[in-house]
């Protein structure tokens, strides 16, 4: 059992781990051993979870999760496949944690009157400098 937050748990069972090969540096290991490791968990027909939660966690990871509601993680930055599935599992946990937090509403506020004076004197300003820098012509720099 994989715990994610307080009283939710997924059974390692729910879990599907495949194995590749990793790409990048690694000596003569890396086009032998398959230490690369995708895990796949199905958030729509996990068990554990209630149906308020997937939904949270589906829209929330929308961009992590394929159609049928699958999330994806891959790890391949350790030599061993051990330390690789230890790694993706924390990858999930943290997704999923990220996904099942709530997002407090915002409480709109009004901007206050002195903060809009602030503002219009500023641009006040800023307009008069504008207009100072401005090279003025005359009438008879128009001829020449």
């Known amino acids: ?17 495949k194995t590749s090969r990793s790409s990048g540096p ?9 230490t690369r490791v995708t895990l796949l968990f199905d958030v729509a027909g996990c068990r554990s979870i209630n149906d ?11 961009t992590r999760t394929d159609k049928a509601g699958v999330i994806r993680v891959v790890s391949q930055k ?3 496949q ?7 599992i924390k990858k999930l946990r943290q997704l999923l944690l990220e996904g099942l937090e709530r997002v407090p509403m915002r409480i709109k506020t009004k901007v ?15 307009s008069l400098l504008k207009q100072r820098r401005a090279k003025r012509h005359s009438a008879e720099d128009l001829f020449y």
């Open 26 to 34: 690694g000596g003569q290991n890396v086009n032998k051993v398959n």
């Open 78 to 80: 350790y030599r061993t």
């Open 52 to 62: 308020e939660q997937k939904k949270r966690i589906l829209r929330r990871l929308a």
């Open 112 to 126: 206050p009157y002195a903060a809009k004076l602030r503002r219009l004197q500023k641009k006040r300003q800023q």
């Open 1 to 17: 059992m994989i715990e994610i937050a307080d009283g939710i748990f997924i059974s390692e069972d729910e879990l599907v781990f």
């Open 82 to 88: 051990g330390a690789n599935r230890k790694a993706a």
